[in-house]
């Protein structure tokens, strides 16, 4: 945890004299700050996480210049999934000046695959899209970029009624969608 109250995000920058440069992504607040993804652009830096600082599991987004990415993300931040499941495994691309999102909610009793497109500055581009309607949970999305929208692929697990880990898992396929 790097000597901070719970789990935050950090940028470390190995310049040519060795030398790393560790810069605090998200305040020491108490509050876990998980499992973050970064894109590069034209010399922007998308990065996106989920965070428990609200009481729950959500993901946040932040789009800044590359150069001013050390200074923290808390004034570029938005909170993207406001909702009272836990919103977890997001992760994001570029395609061209466009940002996909896609992460996993689990509002509807089971985790559900979702993405929201930004624009170059981190602006939203109409509202979240629900990808996935299935029995099985949709979890790990993956994106990338595909002709001027994007292919997502993820996992499909069916897990029996009273599991919570990875060892009750029964089966797994992955699957993908276009999204344009």
Do not use: C
């Not at 170059?120 to 309607?133: C, D, N």
């Amino acid at each position: 945890m790097a000597g901070t109250q719970a789990e935050e995000l950090f940028l470390v920058r190995t310049p040519a004299d060795g030398v790393p440069v560790v810069w605090s992504l998200t305040p020491d607040d108490g509050f876990a700050s998980k499992y973050p993804d970064l894109a590069l652009a034209d010399g922007r830096a998308a990065v996106t996480w989920f965070d428990e600082r609200d009481g729950n599991q959500e993901v946040y987004l932040a789009v800044a210049l590359i150069a001013e990415i050390g200074a923290g993300l808390e004034d570029v931040a938005h909170r993207v999934t406001d909702t009272p499941g836990h919103s977890i495994g997001a992760y994001l691309n570029w395609n061209v000046d466009r940002l996909g999102l896609a992460w996993s909610d689990d509002s509807s009793g089971q985790h559900e695959v979702f993405v929201q497109t930004f624009d170059a500055l981190g602006g939203s581009i109409g509202e979240p899209r629900q990808i996935t309607h299935t029995p099985s949970a949709s979890l790990i999305p993956a994106i990338r970029p595909w002709n001027t929208g994007f292919i997502l692929a993820w996992n499909e697990t069916d897990l029996p009624a009273d599991s919570t880990g990875h060892s009750g898992i029964l089966s797994s396929q992955i699957v993908s969608a276009l999204v344009p």
